[in-house]
């Protein structure tokens, strides 16, 4: 009896233990694949950090490799340079991409929760067709619609000015498609009603009652524009010729064919990494003031 009572149990347990095996496998290539993931985004920010404190000649011939730092430390050194080089000129090219990433990112969040809003709250003659069209626009790579928009602001004459910049960055097809999504839940027909009944106005609905509510998808929709038109690179490579006009992408890039030409242009690469370093700070404190404004869910649930 003993036995049979003990046969069970192993039968029993079995399977589980089976099941365990297989759990514990699969965890440990999901942390497998995480790690690597982390290697992948992390590396190239590490090397920019390694980097920036090497000379040029230490770049490239340092005996302890690129991801690791040598004996000497120039980073100071390399941003005393980097903000003298060419007269000052990185100052300047680290002001225009501010000018360009606020200027295109405030407008394209402003049109983006203009358009979502009512696109998710209004009924209106075309609408589903102006979605589906808005929703095409997405897929288009935004390279591909360079050289129209390229000839467009010639024949207005816009080309080399901030505008040819600006106003391309104003549209964000995604930024409306995400607040028209967002809108549509976190905003529920029951308040706006309510509001409505109370006496209040279309535009005081939307700005007492709808956007509060909307909070969390504005700062997400801005955080993306600003940081799509901070990294903009075709778009003024092809628009602007001046280079007090110049973003800092473009400048670094400028510094950087210009290392390459080898004897006939001045070896600067030590300046596009810690150049590089320094155009992404902006961008790092912006997630970190903005992200306590990530506070999804404010009135999703709030009606039964």
């Known amino acids: 009896m003993t036995t049979l009572l003990e046969r069970g149990a192993t039968a ?30 992390v590396l ?7 980097g920036s404190t090497k000379d040029t000649a230490g770049l490239f011939s340092g005996a302890a490799g690129p991801l690791f730092f040598d004996d000497e430390f120039h980073l100071f050194d390399n941003i005393a340079q980097l903000f003298t080089q ?35 709250k209004y009924r209106f003659r075309g609408r589903d067709a102006s979605f589906a069209l808005l929703l095409g626009s997405v897929m288009v790579p935004v390279t591909a619609l360079v050289i129209p928009t390229f000839v467009l602001l010639s024949n207005f004459g816009l080309l080399n000015t901030i505008w040819a910049v600006i106003l391309p960055s104003l549209l964000s097809p995604f930024g409306v498609y995400l607040m028209r999504v967002y809108a549509s839940e976190a905003v529920a027909d029951e308040i706006l009603d309510a509001a409505r009944v109370d006496g209040a106005g279309e535009l005081r609905t939307f700005f007492t009652v709808a956007l509060p509510l909307l909070k969390p ?3 997400t929709v801005l955080l993306l524009s600003i940081v799509g038109t901070w990294n903009n690179y075709f778009l003024p490579l092809a628009v602007l010729s001046n280079t007090q006009l110049l973003p800092v992408t473009v400048g670094l890039g400028n510094w950087q064919a210009s290392s390459t030409a080898g004897a006939a242009g001045e070896q600067v690469w030590n300046l596009v990494v810690t150049g590089s370093l320094v155009s992404i700070v902006p961008l790092i404190l912006s997630f970190l003031f903005l992200q306590r404004y990530w506070q999804g869910g404010l009135s999703l649930g709030s009606l039964k």
């Open 44 to 50: 190239p920010l590490w090397f920019l950090i390694v």
């Open 12 to 41: 029993a347990t079995t399977p589980r233990r089976q099941a365990a095996k297989r759990t514990g496998g699969r965890r440990v290539g999901s942390h497998l694949f995480l790690i690597a993931l982390v290697l992948y985004f």
């Open 86 to 120: 060419d007269g000052g000129i990185y100052w300047r090219w680290l002001g225009n991409s501010f000018l360009y990433a606020l200027s295109g990112g405030v407008g394209a969040t402003v049109l983006a929760v203009l358009a979502g809003y009512g696109f998710a």
């Open 217 to 219: 998808a504005i700062v």
